[in-house]
């Protein structure tokens, strides 16, 4: 599974409506950036995502869902490494993640 395809799956299987899924989380990690608002690290919270660079300043970009922090503070990321490892836990540190952005589906209104 690639990178951004784990995240949607992630939101189709919380309940998102499949009809709203483009409009709201996206496919592919161009769309996800779109659909969503940066936010700073302090800000992270579980559901948002950690991206390794801007769309388009790399020729391959990566995806993760923030799903908490470790005991020293860290933040956790849930993604879908290569190769036969599937999805995986790291730290958002250790794996490279730069940028932040709280999805728009969960951007209260």
């Not at 939101?11 to 496919?27: R, S, V």
């Not at 869902?65 to 995986?88: E, T």
Request: charged share 15%; aromatic share 8%; net charge negative.
């Amino acid at each position: 599974m690639v990178c951004s395809g784990y995240i949607t799956w992630v939101f189709a299987n919380i309940g998102l409506p499949l009809d709203t899924i483009e409009a709201t989380i996206g496919h592919g990690t161009t769309k996800q950036w779109n659909v969503s608002s940066s936010i700073s690290e302090h800000m992270v919270l579980p559901g948002d995502l950690a991206f390794l660079a801007i769309p388009g300043s790399v020729k391959v970009n990566h995806v993760g869902i923030v799903v908490g922090r470790d005991a020293d503070g860290k933040i956790l990321v849930a993604h879908s490494a290569s190769g036969a490892n599937g999805v995986i836990v790291t730290t958002a540190e250790s794996t490279g993640f730069l940028y932040y952005r709280r999805p728009a589906i969960l951007i209260e209104h």
